[in-house]
């Protein structure tokens, strides 16, 4: 013990005496902050730390969750026909999370979606001690962001970056609410970006960073030297929910992308490009006359699609969106989705070796595959599609026969063409209608040719 503790020691030395030898030292004082001599000395960030924590919230949710239980088939025989079909729990939650106050005119905070979902009240505390209850305005499950709303005076908000110009080494600092400890501040760099692949959300272009990120600092703040936000962390990998040095946060721009569409619509109404396509490898980009080894790969283009429309064509290796270079066909994905229905950008592309510009209005995602949970609980273990054909509405495209869905009477196939007497046509109509959380759902519910009600308690 006495071994690591000198190790540890050894190396925080080291560290101290390369800041005070670093060749730009006379201009240290002026990038951390400080003027008098004993700052001057010793660089810090405090000053720059001192201007940024109060913008930077705790918060604590508490809430029920409903469980349904099919009870067999042998239980209702022993016990009776009065025997209920199934059994229903309500358990209640508490979590702990954090959050970033963006707006201070309108109280506006950022989280994640998973810090606050199903949750019956939310608490906001502030630095200096205030706690306000949240008003959730809106959120969006796929790509795990949130926006809340408190009334007080005198907040502090933070600045949003440029999260397109980051580099892998810019400095990073990690602010929020680890284990519930209070507000904690860590460093790092930025590891990596464009991060994808990892099934933590559906539309995933993760900033890496190795500053240290534990639990309950969901929904917190990774900042820059400046002090401005460049992403809300949202995810670890690490054993047991511990830190090790590889921790993945939401880029600033898709943020703000997200957060102004829930302000203005109330929800995220999510950009289509309508392609289907891979990630670029070196084969790929040597076969098409590309001689680098980034962008995303057009495997196909979709009929009566923004793509189709703006002119992509398979094959075409998209490179950049509006000037900005992208990674890989998971960064393109992410981003599209992220942008908006309407929005108007320009595609770099490769065609037969050669740089094009497509310029491309999206159009609004169908959201084809959405968790039921999201909507409402007791459709856990659905996922939903929209659908035209036979009739317009809303699929059951796939079931978790053991789910609380399944439970209840659905089945795979199944077209929702309302509920509580009112007809939906697509999955937002059927989310408005959802949006109250009512006890019992009566669905209509399109069979095959049968058309019948499925009443869910």
Known sequence: M??????????????????????????????????????????????????VTPAVVNISVSGKKIT??????????????????????????????????IDTKKGYVITNAHVVHEADEIKVSLKDGREFTAKKIGEDKQSDIALLQIKADNLVQIQMADSDKLRVGDYALAIGNPF????????????ALGRSGLNIENF?????????????????????????????????????????????AIPSNMVRDLTDQIVKFGEVRRGQLGIQGTELTSDIAKTFGYDKQ???????????????????????????????EIRSFGELRAKIATMGAGKQVKLGLIRDG???????????ADD??????????????????????PVTGVEVSDI???????????????????????????LSELGKVLKPKSDVLALNIQRGDASLYLVIR
């Open 294 to 324: 980034y962008g995303a790969f057009v495997n196909q283009v979709m009929p009566g699609s923004a793509a189709e429309k703006a002119g992509i064509k398979a094959g075409d290796i998209i490179v950049s969106i509006d000037g900005k």
């Open 204 to 248: 995933e272009n993760f900033i890496q960073t190795d500053a240290a990120i534990n639990s309950g600092n969901s929904g917190g703040a990774l900042i820059n030297l400046k002090g401005e936000l460049i992403g809300i962390n949202t995810a670890i990998l690490g054993p047991n929910g511990g830190n090790i040095g590889i921790g993945f």
């Open 368 to 389: 084809s595959d959405v968790r039921a949970d999201v909507l409402h609980p007791a459709l856990d273990g659905a996922k939903l599609s929209n659908v035209s054909e």
């Open 354 to 364: 050669k740089e094009q510009v497509a310029a491309v209005t999206l159009k609004q």
């Open 400 to 426: 978790n026969p053991r789910s609380a869905a399944a439970a209840s009477g659905l089945q795979k196939g199944d077209i929702i063409i309302g509920v509580n007497r009112v007809r939906v046509n697509n």
């Open 68 to 101: 349904r239980q099919r009870l067999p088939e042998p239980f209702r025989f022993f016990f009776g026909p009065d025997m209920p079909s199934e059994q229903v729990q309500e358990q209640p939650f508490q979590a702990l999370g954090s959050g970033v106050i």
């Open 180 to 191: 519930g400890l209070g507000q904690t501040v860590t460093s790092g760099i930025v590891s």
């Open 2 to 51: 006495r071994k690591s503790l000198s190790l540890l020691s050894v190396v925080a030395l080291s560290v101290g005496m390369a800041l005070s030898a670093a060749p730009a030292q006379a201009a240290l004082p002026s990038l951390f902050g400080g003027s008098d001599s004993a700052s001057s000395e010793m660089p810090s960030l405090a000053p720059m730390i001192e201007q």
